[in-house]
Nanobody, 116 residues
């Protein structure tokens, strides 16, 4: 199973970006999907997660600004990021787990830079 993330880039404060992450390969049912981020010198942190049943949870710092969603096939996860702030600057990683054993898979990361 591989995850391919895209959509990162440079944006001014207050701007928007939409990240996408598509899963490919042979795998059983996908359970949860999510986005994490890691800023320079900091630990990787959860940004948002969408569970198998469709419920979502968000880091406090992004609530009301970011929205996580996925396609009907549950193989692509999106992160709509609005009202971006410089502190959102980080490498964003997508993640999923699949199957009964909940095997975790990570994408390669996409850089998001918020700067004027």
């Amino acid at each position: 199973v591989q995850l391919q993330a895209s959509g990162g880039g440079l944006v001014q404060p207050g701007g928007s970006l939409r990240l996408s992450c598509a899963a490919s390969g042979t795998f059983s049912s996908i359970n949860d999907m999510g986005w994490y981020r890691q800023a320079p010198g900091k630990q990787r942190e959860l940004v948002a997660r969408i569970l198998s049943g469709g419920s979502t949870n968000y880091a406090e710092s992004v609530k009301g600004r970011f929205t996580i969603s996925r396609d009907n096939a549950k193989t692509t996860v999106y992160l709509q990021m609005n009202s971006l702030k410089p502190e959102d600057t980080a490498v964003y990683y997508c993640n999923l787990d699949y199957g009964i054993l909940r095997i975790a898979v990570w994408g390669q990361g996409t850089q998001v830079t918020v700067s004027s």
